[in-house]
């Protein structure tokens, strides 16, 4: 008698959290079927599925064009992003020098609220890029790397930390070059927080949007967004493009899925 | 070899620290800091999107105004009214999202659900989407005519549902930018005060049953005390995100409906950056604007203080 109370209940409780969860993604689940779909609207008529619509998407001369922009775009914000921070969050961890902690303090702080500022820095940003000349795609990577800054190094430290300091201590006591002291020993045990840092500045270019529509850059979001409103009869084109674009991104969130869970707690725990 | 005096002991050179951090540095200061003291100035000036270039432009040459930006401001009733709009926007998102988030984490505490992790990793989505392309989604889901969302709303509302489009409602588009946030944000504050309940030492819950607590005062009486402190402070954190709301709004439906409230057009549902960037996009008062963003960095600035004194509160670490 227990045991059968005992399934009830448990039949029970899995059907609220079901419909609580089924609910919650209804948007998601729609648009993935109906981009599937050759009607602009979901039709749980077998007949209707069709991957058409992603062909003709991929086929789209502003899609491709688009693609292009944002993963040139995306490219350089990683690869500046590494070149700019891993260095700095190195040395957060393993020197010791005047203002460190201020610094560290700062960033934590910024970082709390850079989206606001981010914004509110918008009429400056604007004003004083076009009065130097900088409003440029060129220039845009190294908007997306600054605005990263501060939350990222603090995070890499955090990695770099726990890296043990023995290993490059060493090499500098025993007198390396420098070649060997970086690409030999500090790189190669470091792979886990570089790989962080280079998701986290890939998604961050891959998913911004209020600077480049701002500049009137058309990367993908850009473009997404022109065409959102435009599409809304064409529900199943618009969402064959959002699951184009959200690929690269939910490729990586499963990479790093640990990753960002460890990274939210350490915001978490200040 | 003896052991480097504590390990906070340099064995590198200073300068070296100071040759790898300079530039991110400069970097961050550069197109971060740069800008805001930058907007000191504008904020001064009558600068608008011809003169800022050309300053002796004749009709309106470049001018430092004093404090009359600011005098405009405070006697302005829509910034009040953009103020306004968006504390309730933090009255009504954030017990939103906390409800939601910390009822979640409860359900899926239990273990007497069959498929919890799959549901639960499952429920994490909205957090591996990128924001705009969540917002976009919920754009298309909310369509007055096709989105699959919006007979769900017209439900609730008792009306046709109307936050997007050429006839939306200012409270049907303010009611929709609160479960936008709610769905960005309840993944983070489901896993964070999940992570709290199962760290509650098991012999606590077990001494309750034994001394014959109900799920109901159980959870109540003794689960609900311990993660308080979490809860809090996951409300400290999401009420930030809801004070800087710009995205939502911003790409749902540009502010809501237009009206003309004290003899100036403004969006119905203008939140406080997206009222800046109005004025900045659509006024081209820019010295006005950037007066209106110092203003806001500075009730930004008030947030991150009670943060940061929350954080130190919980011991520092």
């Known amino acids: 008698m227990a045991t059968l109370k005992l399934y009830l209940l448990k039949l029970f409780l899995t059907a609220v959290a079901f419909s609580i969860t089924a609910t919650l993604l209804y948007p998601v689940v729609y648009i993935f079927l109906t981009a599937f779909s050759r009607l602009p609207t979901l039709s749980l008529d077998i007949s209707y599925f069709t991957i058409e619509n992603f062909v003709s998407v991929i086929n789209d001369a502003d899609f491709r064009n688009s693609l292009i922009l944002s993963s040139l775009v995306s490219g350089a914000t990683v690869f500046l992003a590494l070149l700019f921070i891993t260095p700095a969050a190195y040395a957060f961890s393993r020197f010791k020098f005047r203002g460190k902690s201020t610094a560290l303090y700062s960033y934590l702080i910024f970082s709390q609220v850079s989206g606001g500022f981010g914004v509110a820095s918008l009429v400056a940003l604007f004003v004083f890029l076009g009065k130097l000349n900088l409003v440029s795609i060129y220039v845009l990577p190294f908007l997306y790397v600054s605005g990263m800054v501060p939350f990222n190094t603090w995070l890499l430290k955090n990695y770099f930390d726990n890296i043990p300091r023995e290993l490059d201590e060493a090499a500098f006591v025993d007198g390396s070059s420098w070649w060997t002291l970086i690409f030999r020993v500090i790189l190669p045990s470091s792979k886990a927080p570089i790989l962080v840092l280079a998701i986290f500045a890939f998604m961050g270019a891959w998913s911004e949007f209020i600077l480049a529509n701002l500049f009137g850059f058309r990367t993908l979001p850009v473009l997404m967004y022109k065409y959102v409103g435009a599409y809304t009869t064409y529900w199943n084109m618009f969402a064959a493009t959002a699951i184009l674009y959200a690929i690269p991104i939910i490729i990586m969130y499963m990479t790093a899925q640990r990753f960002i869970g460890e990274a939210v707690r350490m915001g978490v725990k200040g | ?317």
């Open chain 2, 1 to 317: 070899m003896a052991k480097p005096k504590g390990k906070e002991e340099l064995l590198f050179p200073a300068k070296i620290a100071l040759l790898l951090t300079i530039p991110s540095l400069f970097l961050f200061i550069f197109f971060n800091i740069w800008p805001i003291a930058f907007s000191v100035y504008l904020a001064f000036t009558n600068a608008n999107q011809i003169n800022v270039y050309n300053p002796e432009y004749p009709a309106r040459p470049l001018r430092f105004i004093g404090l009359s930006n600011f005098v405009q401001l405070f006697n302005d009733p829509a910034f009040y009214y953009s103020l306004l709009k968006t504390l309730l926007f933090l009255g009504t998102s954030v017990p939103l999202k906390m409800l939601v988030g910390v009822g979640l984490a409860f359900l899926f505490s239990s273990p007497l659900i069959y498929g919890k992790r799959v549901m639960r990793g499952l429920l994490l989505t909205p957090w591996a989407l990128p924001a705009i392309l969540s917002v976009m989604i919920w754009r298309g889901a909310l369509d007055p005519r096709y989105g699959p969302m919006t007979p769900f709303f017209s439900l609730i509302v008792g009306r046709p549902f109307q936050a997007v489009g050429t006839t939306m409602n200012e409270w049907d588009s303010f009611l929709a930018y609160n479960i936008i946030e709610m769905w960005l944000a309840y993944p983070f504050v489901m896993t964070v005060v999940g992570g709290a309940i199962s760290g509650i030492p098991k012999e606590i819950i077990e001494a309750s049953i034994v001394d014959g607590a109900g799920v109901f005062s159980r959870t109540t009486k003794v689960v609900l005390p311990l993660i308080m402190r979490t809860v809090a402070f996951v409300a400290v954190l999401t009420s930030g995100a809801s004070l800087q709301a710009f995205l939502i709004p911003f790409v749902l439906n540009d502010g809501g409906p237009m009206k003309i409230f004290a003899g100036k057009l403004i969006s119905s549902n203008d939140l406080l950056l997206l009222y800046g960037y109005h004025r900045f996009m659509r006024d081209y008062e820019w010295g006005y604007a950037a007066a209106f963003y110092l203003i806001v960095v500075m009730i930004l600035s008030v947030y991150v203080y009670i943060w940061f004194k929350f954080v130190f509160q919980r011991g520092g670490k």
